[in-house]
């Protein structure tokens, strides 16, 4: 599997990006999705996750209500949509396929991850 | 929301030592755990899933085990590659929430 972000950048305070994630090397909608951050000199945070087929969107608590997370499976696509940006969201974006579910699976490949900067 | 107690934070070992990677769980995780190896410039990788099993390609000098809700991550006989940041991360329900991270730095 290859997954490959983009989209990052430096936004202000209070702006929007889209992320993206393009998959290859396997059956995209047969699997779920996430996107893990880690903001600088910290761990990685579970940021959100996608099913398959896109009915399951569970997102943490930190994003929730600003950011989205939807899937093309027609594009092989992975997004992340964030608005109301605030300083703490700046990260290296992970874009992330779970082995099978995300719950009770694990993680098995990660993108390189997109930088984004939240500054004025 | 669990929470998931890594320790230590920072370990320093030879080259050819067993280091030992600690994880405690805050309650039950029915064995959803995971580790993950992270190097500067790098993807991020899984190491090691539902407690013991290794990942394809992943050396056998990682193990994995667990005790009730205390779960360890051992590596034995440490190689130069393995400087890194480990993470454990449980699966069991959301959010999927990880620990803190252990920097592994060889001597």
């Known amino acids: 599997a290859q997954l490959l972000e983009s989209g990052g950048g430096l936004v202000q305070p209070g702006g929007s990006l889209r992320l993206s994630c393009t998959a290859s090397?396997?059956?995209?909608?047969?699997?779920?999705m996430a996107w893990v951050r880690q903001a600088p000199g910290k761990g990685l945070e579970w940021v959100s996750s996608?099913?398959?087929?896109?009915?399951?969107?569970p997102h943490s608590d930190s994003v929730k209500g600003r950011f989205t997370i939807s899937r093309d499976n027609s594009k092989n696509t992975l997004f992340l949509h964030m608005s109301s940006l605030r300083a703490e969201d700046a990260a290296i974006y992970y874009c992330?396929?779970?082995?099978?579910?995300?719950?009770?699976?694990?993680?098995?490949?990660w993108g390189q991850g997109t930088q984004v900067t939240v500054s004025s | 929301d669990i929470q998931l107690t890594q320790s230590p934070s920072f370990l320093s070992a030879s080259v050819g030592d067993r280091v030992t990677i600690t994880c405690r769980a805050s309650q039950g995780i029915n064995n959803f755990l995971a580790w993950y190896q992270l190097k500067p410039g790098q993807a991020p990788k899984v190491l090691i899933y539902v407690v013991g099993t290794l990942q394809t390609g992943v050396p056998s000098r990682f193990s994995g085990s667990a005790s009730g809700t205390e779960f360890t991550l051992t590596i034995s006989g440490l190689q130069p590659e393995d400087s890194a940041v480990y993470y454990c991360q449980q699966l069991y329900s959301y959010p999927l929430t990880f620990g803190g991270g252990t920097k592994v730095e060889i001597k």
């Open positions: 090397g396997f059956t995209f909608n047969n699997y779920a």
């Open positions: 992330v396929k779970c082995a099978s579910t995300c719950q009770h699976q694990w993680f098995d490949s």
């Open positions: 996608i099913s398959g087929n896109a009915d399951t969107t």
